[in-house]
């Protein structure tokens, strides 16, 4: 195990959030003006899945130094898993709202 531990994985997974976030959020301005609305608002395309898929280029297109690979597998199995657990969560508490206040 490398000095820095899971940091330098982390970082670079943050960074392929950040540029895929930013890329969603480029697209989803683009569609929007292409289709005649205001390109001010929210995008349509979500970062989400588009981090996600430049990760999986990323990761086939290139070389992952050794010093990422522990700090990449930390962020693939505890992070974004707790992410999604933590979006199933309010889902289903936001329906669970709306059945308490309609039944």
Known sequence: MDKYGVVPGIAASFAVMQMGFFTAD???KG???IQGLDPTG???ISGIPVAIMLGAAIKSFTIIPKEFELGIKFSTTHILRTGIV???AKLSAAEMISL???G
Do not use: K
Request: aromatic fraction near 0%.
């Open 31 to 33: 569609v929007l003006m």
């Open 86 to 88: 933590c979006v199933g």
């Open 26 to 28: 480029q697209l989803g």
């Open 42 to 44: 929210s995008s349509p």
């Open 100 to 102: 308490g206040a309609a």
